[in-house]
């Protein structure tokens, strides 16, 4: 009888190692799947609406108010960017990890649209409009936000955390530059990213926030920024490359999530400030994902 059991646990040993070597496989092709996917559907975009590739700049009276600083740091010298060259990835070319994923506050990775947020979104843009701010569009709004995104993306890839002041509420600024420690100087570089760059950007969320004991009134504003590392470059040398370019070299592509809010009580002269944002790969957010992680 034991050597019967025996002889079993020994024929099963290999059924189980090839059924657990089968499923690692699996998990791999799913993680390459939603990649692909990811891509095509970032592509969809760049295609589909080749305005949103070339930001240009509002006219003064439509933009936003800003912080009164971006106005002055918004001289960033665009020579010192650099094209990220293309690397291949960690573990096809044996390379180590990186400390930790790609993350500067503790804010949910948002991509795609929400059907009902976009709903809300008309209503409340709407309300603004009509109690608030009679020059405020969702358009001219994602405008001022690039060039916000292209002036402290810039900062924080390059520590200049002091330079935040009046940009970022101080809260995420201590955040942010803790969470920039940790990041190696890969990731440092791959924050810092330029609004040509972009081909997809949109409103997520429009909050509004009533304060009864003091009667302060707030508008929260959640954007989505989408796009590919050196798109406009590769774009201007060859046009009929960059689609190729977006397929195979998915580790550019990135995503900006930037949360604004203002204050619009009544008698008080305010402007636009980040209190949130995040930068992220979404090819390195799927593959260290717990579903896809070995």
């Given at each position: 009888?034991?050597?019967?059991?025996?002889?079993?646990?020994?024929?099963?040993?290999?059924?189980?190692?090839?059924?657990?070597?089968?499923?690692?496989?699996?998990?791999?092709?799913?993680?390459?799947?939603?990649?692909?996917?990811?891509?095509?559907?970032?592509?969809?975009?760049?295609?589909?609406?080749?305005?949103?590739?070339?930001?240009?700049?509002?006219?003064?009276?439509?933009?936003?108010?800003?912080?009164?600083?971006?106005?002055?740091?918004?001289?960033?010298?665009?020579?010192?960017?650099?094209?990220?060259?293309?690397?291949?990835?960690?573990?096809?070319?044996?390379?180590?990890?990186?400390?930790?994923?790609?993350?500067?506050?503790?804010?949910?990775?948002?991509?795609?649209?929400?059907?009902?947020?976009?709903?809300?979104?008309?209503?409340?843009?709407?309300?603004?409009?009509?109690?608030?701010?009679?020059?405020?569009?969702?358009?001219?709004?994602?405008?001022?936000?690039?060039?916000?995104?292209?002036?402290?993306?810039?900062?924080?890839?390059?520590?200049?955390?002091?330079?935040?002041?009046?940009?970022?509420?101080?809260?995420?600024?201590?955040?942010?530059?803790?969470?920039?420690?940790?990041?190696?100087?890969?990731?440092?570089?791959?924050?810092?990213?330029?609004?040509?760059?972009?081909?997809?950007?949109?409103?997520?969320?429009?909050?509004?926030?009533?304060?009864?004991?003091?009667?302060?009134?707030?508008?929260?504003?959640?954007?989505?920024?989408?796009?590919?590392?050196?798109?406009d470059e590769i774009r201007s040398k060859n046009p009929e490359s960059y689609a190729e370019e977006m397929q195979t070299a998915q580790e550019q592509i990135f995503v900006c999530n930037y949360r604004?809010?203002?204050?619009?009580?009544?008698?008080?002269?305010?402007?636009?400030?980040?209190?949130?944002?995040?930068?992220?790969?979404?090819?390195?957010?799927?593959?260290?994902?717990?579903?896809?992680?070995?």
């Amino acid at each position: 009888m034991l050597t019967e059991a025996v002889c079993r646990s020994n024929m099963a040993t290999p059924m189980f190692r090839c059924l657990s070597h089968r499923a690692g496989q699996i998990k791999l092709q799913l993680a390459r799947w939603c990649l692909e996917q990811h891509a095509k559907n970032s592509l969809k975009y760049a295609i589909a609406s080749p305005e949103l590739l070339a930001c240009g700049k509002a006219d003064d009276k439509s933009m936003p108010a800003f912080s009164g600083s971006l106005c002055a740091t918004n001289n960033v010298n665009k020579e010192s960017r650099r094209y990220l060259s293309k690397v291949n990835d960690d573990r096809s070319r044996g390379g180590r990890k990186p400390k930790r994923p790609l993350r500067l506050m503790a804010f949910p990775e948002l991509i795609w649209p929400h059907p009902l947020k976009s709903l809300k979104n008309m209503f409340f843009s709407f309300l603004i409009k009509g109690y608030y701010d009679d020059q405020f569009s969702p358009d001219t709004f994602l405008k001022g936000c690039e060039q916000a995104v292209d002036v402290v993306s810039n900062l924080i890839s390059k520590g200049s955390f002091d330079e935040l002041e009046g940009l970022v509420a101080r809260d995420a600024i201590s955040e942010i530059r803790t969470n920039y420690e940790e990041l190696d100087l890969k990731q440092r570089n791959f924050i810092d990213v330029d609004p040509k760059d972009f081909f997809f950007r949109f409103i997520y969320e429009i909050g509004m926030i009533f304060d009864e004991k003091t009667d302060r009134r707030f508008v929260e504003i959640t954007t989505i920024f989408q796009g590919f590392h050196g798109l406009d470059e590769i774009r201007s040398k060859n046009p009929e490359s960059y689609a190729e370019e977006m397929q195979t070299a998915q580790e550019q592509i990135f995503v900006c999530n930037y949360r604004f809010i203002r204050e619009y009580t009544k008698s008080k002269d305010d402007s636009w400030m980040i209190n949130k944002l995040n930068h992220f790969s979404p090819k390195e957010l799927v593959m260290n994902s717990d579903i896809f992680r070995r």
